[in-house]
Each structure stands twice: as C-alpha cells, then as structure tokens.
C-alpha cells in the first residue's frame, strides 16, 4: 500500500498561482509510484487566526474548522507544501495552519514546492523548514524552486514545469518516501 502524500497549497490568496502548480505537482506524485497523493488547498478550510481555547497538544477541538484541518492532517504519512515568498516569508495562512495542531503533524517528513520572484521562494522555504521541526516534522534538503511561476502558465493557467522541476521532484519525493517509511514506526 502506497504512503500517503499530501500536497498542500499554502496560498489563500485571491489570484494565487499556487494552485496551478500544486495540481502540477499532485499529478507528478502520482505518477512516480511511491505516494498515493492527495490535492490539499488551506484556502478550503477557511482557518482563522488561532481560535482554540486549549492548546493544540491537549488535541481537545472545540470548533468545526479546527476538527476538519485535524482530521486532514492526521491521515497523511508526508506533506509537500507548495508555497509561495510574501515579503521573504512564507504567508501567514501557512504559519497560522501549522500552528493550529500539534500531534498529527508529529514524525513525519516534509519538503517544499517554493514558488517567487527571482529568489523561486527559497527564503520562504527557509524559514519554513525551522518552524515544522518544532512541530517534530522532519524537513528535506530536496525541494523544487520555481522562479516566476506566472512566466510558465500556458493560457489555460496551468504550470508547464522545466526538465529541472521534474528532476527535483523527483529526487525529492525518493527522499520523501524513504524518511515516511523510516519514521513510520515513530509514528505508531
């Protein structure tokens, strides 16, 4: 039985590009065999700024938006966020849903679709990776950097990825799949 992936777009901005190359993304998972993968937009799930009464470790919910995000989490064995650069930091609907539950993200791996300007959001991805170890997930070195994303949109607005995006997918999602297997113990 295939791990389970989650891609998660981390925008919920109107007129994000995050989607396009999720999808993109979510589809290339797939078809490498080592996930099962699933399309995951944060902007469905219409978090608000942390609202729990209880801190998310006592993992005792008391809204609907907070249950839903934590039964989402809790059945994947990996993420890949695909995240967007605002202002050299990932976006706060990303900060805020990491933040939202503890233990569901606990011993499991991670890694990263950055998207921007000329940096391809590596600094986002950066900051990013210091935020998901205190939440004891396990960041990969291997990402996927995409430099002006609206640049490779066909006129249907789906990402047309560079040979160089599918061969970091997929040296990523190898090591991916090695440390969800690995940690899978950890996590039972």
Same mark, same amino acid.
């Given at each position: 039985?295939?791990?389970?992936?989650?891609?998660?777009?981390?925008?919920?901005?109107?007129?994000? %590009?995050?989607?396009?190359?999720?999808?993109?993304?979510?589809? *290339?998972?797939?078809?490498?065999?080592? *996930?099962?993968? /699933?399309?995951?937009?944060?902007?469905?799930?219409?978090?608000?700024?942390?609202? /729990?009464?209880?801190?998310?470790?006592?993992?005792?919910?008391? !809204?609907? !938006?907070?249950?839903?995000?934590?039964?989402?989490?809790?059945? =994947?064995?990996?993420?890949?966020?695909?995240? &967007?650069?605002?202002? *050299?930091? &990932?976006?706060?609907?990303?900060?805020?849903?990491?933040?939202?539950?503890?233990?569901?993200?606990?011993?499991?791996?991670?890694?990263? %679709?950055?998207?921007?300007? %000329?940096?391809?959001?590596?600094?986002?991805?950066?900051?990013?990776?210091?935020?998901?170890?205190?939440?004891?997930?396990?960041?990969?070195? /291997?990402?996927?950097?995409?430099?002006?994303?609206?640049?490779?949109?066909?006129?249907?607005?789906?990402?047309?990825?560079?040979?160089? !995006?599918?061969?970091?997918?997929?040296?990523?999602?190898?090591?991916?799949?090695?440390? =969800?297997?690995?940690?899978?113990?950890?996590?039972?």
């Amino acid at each position: 039985m295939p791990l389970k992936l989650q891609t998660i777009i981390c925008s919920t901005r109107p007129g994000r %590009v995050g989607p396009s190359i999720a999808e993109w993304f979510n589809g *290339f998972a797939n078809e490498q065999g080592s *996930f099962s993968s /699933e399309l995951v937009d944060l902007a469905e799930f219409n978090l608000p700024v942390y609202d /729990e009464p209880n801190h998310p470790r006592q993992q005792k919910y008391q !809204h609907d !938006h907070t249950k839903a995000w934590s039964e989402s989490v809790a059945k =994947a064995d990996a993420y890949v966020f695909v995240i &967007p650069e605002y202002n *050299f930091c &990932p976006p706060p609907s990303f900060m805020n849903a990491i933040n939202y539950v503890y233990n569901e993200w606990n011993y499991k791996p991670c890694a990263f %679709v950055s998207y921007g300007g %000329v940096s391809g959001g590596l600094r986002s991805a950066q900051m990013s990776k210091q935020l998901v170890t205190t939440v004891k997930m396990m960041p990969m070195v /291997e990402s996927v950097m995409v430099q002006m994303p609206w640049e490779l949109l066909d006129d249907n607005r789906r990402f047309q990825p560079a040979d160089h !995006h599918t061969s970091s997918g997929g040296s990523m999602l190898a090591e991916l799949a090695k440390w =969800a297997d690995a940690l899978k113990a950890m996590r039972q």
